[in-house]
């Protein structure tokens, strides 16, 4: 082989070496043939994009392209070699109607996980809604350990936005999420079966629970989250099935709600499987005329009325400390606990609740075992 050739075929080599896009571990789908016109069916491109940065342990980049990747229902996997990341600049949008029964964008088994970027997930959910009440989740998230999420916005999920399983080691930070208040089951954040998992400084308002802390959840922490509208920050529902496992340690902090239906909320289902919600904190909630501030709710069924049987979910040391504002409701306490299985170690600390437009609220507590400290109004429930 001559000098020539030699050098021709070094140069050939490094070309076929190098990432598409020029930069060494950052793929760029627009360099795999996806296009951003809202119409071209870009599932495939974004398929290989991830291969290629799974399997070095680089970054996948969505840029910000003047226009939209239309993608259909995918499922992005690991194991990766390494940390890989989700760049998203540009913006994503999901098919009409709800073609699928689960999550439309799906990342499932990846352990060094990190999401980010000023882009935009849209669900395309107004195409579903008359067509739920249960619809397809934007963002599902599977067996996602030692993971990162920061700056998303979802829109107009169909479902859930974010839904979560089996979760390990996750940090939800400035997330953007939006959706009308009156979308069926679009819960914000709802996970289940998850460890250590960090909500923070995050805007969320949807048509249902602005965060869902399901069966199985184990040392949860949101933090600075703006809830509204939606349905509150709930724990539950808990019970429904046989294999529900027990929620413990949950401390939920500086958050605000803003015209919602409830305000931090614990609800389990009538009748029910026996597991343990406890060691739960509410601390500095300020409340904004939302209904029902501080809610435990045992009576939960499908007409949530008349519920065939009692609960028999144990809620045990729950702490409310620093729950002040306006209520839309004059019922600002409501501890509705179960006959079989009463409360105990309810604490509230520092409640400061005035009826919205003024007014006195008040406290219900029934099967609560409950203490005080410091200001309390409403009154408490045995006075």
């Keep these: 082989m001559s000098i020539v050739q030699k050098i021709c075929f070094l140069i050939l080599m490094l070309v076929l070496s190098t990432p598409l896009n020029g930069d060494d571990n950052t793929y760029n789908v627009q360099d795999y043939g996806a296009v951003a016109d809202g119409t071209t069916d870009n599932t495939q491109p974004f398929m290989d994009t991830w291969k290629a940065a799974c399997s070095s342990g680089g970054t996948m980049v969505i840029p910000a392209a003047g226009g939209n990747f239309f993608v259909n229902k995918i499922e992005l996997e690991g194991p990766c070699s390494g940390q890989v990341t989700f760049q998203l600049d540009g913006v994503i949008v999901a098919p009409s109607g709800n073609p699928y029964p689960d999550s439309w964008f799906t990342f499932h088994a990846i352990d060094g996980f990190t999401m980010q970027g000023s882009g935009m997930f849209d669900g395309n959910g107004p195409s579903a809604w008359a067509q739920c009440p249960v619809c397809s989740a934007s963002i599902g998230l599977y067996a996602i350990t030692n993971a990162h999420i920061q700056d998303i916005t979802s829109l107009n999920s169909k479902g859930f936005h974010f839904v979560m399983v089996g979760g390990e080691g996750v940090t939800f930070e400035h997330i953007n999420i939006t959706a009308p208040g009156d979308s069926p089951n679009t819960d914000g954040i709802n996970m289940a079966q998850s460890n250590n998992i960090q909500i923070i400084d995050s805007d969320i308002g949807t048509g249902d629970d602005c965060v869902a802390i399901e069966e199985g959840c184990t040392n949860i922490n949101v933090t600075g989250v703006n809830c509204g509208p939606g349905h509150g920050i709930s724990i539950g529902s808990i019970g429904k099935l046989e294999a529900d496992k027990d929620v413990q340690g949950v401390y939920v902090q500086h958050c605000t709600l803003t015209s919602t239906q409830n305000g931090v909320r614990i609800k389990s289902w009538a009748p029910s499987y026996p597991v343990t919600v406890s060691n739960v904190t509410y601390e500095d909630i300020t409340i904004n005329n939302a209904s029902n501030p501080i809610i435990i709710d045992q009576t939960y069924c499908y007409d949530n009325k008349e519920c065939p049987g009692e609960s028999q979910v144990r809620i045990s040391n729950v702490k409310y400390i620093g729950v002040t504002g306006t209520s839309a409701s004059q019922v600002a306490v409501s501890l509705q ?43 408490p429930c045995n006075q």
């Design 337 to 379: 606990c179960s006959n079989n299985v009463p409360c105990q170690d309810i604490y509230l600390e520092n409640i400061d609740l005035t009826l919205s437009g003024g007014g006195q609220t008040s406290s219900q507590c029934v099967n609560a075992n409950v203490t005080y400290s410091g200001t309390q109004n409403p009154p």
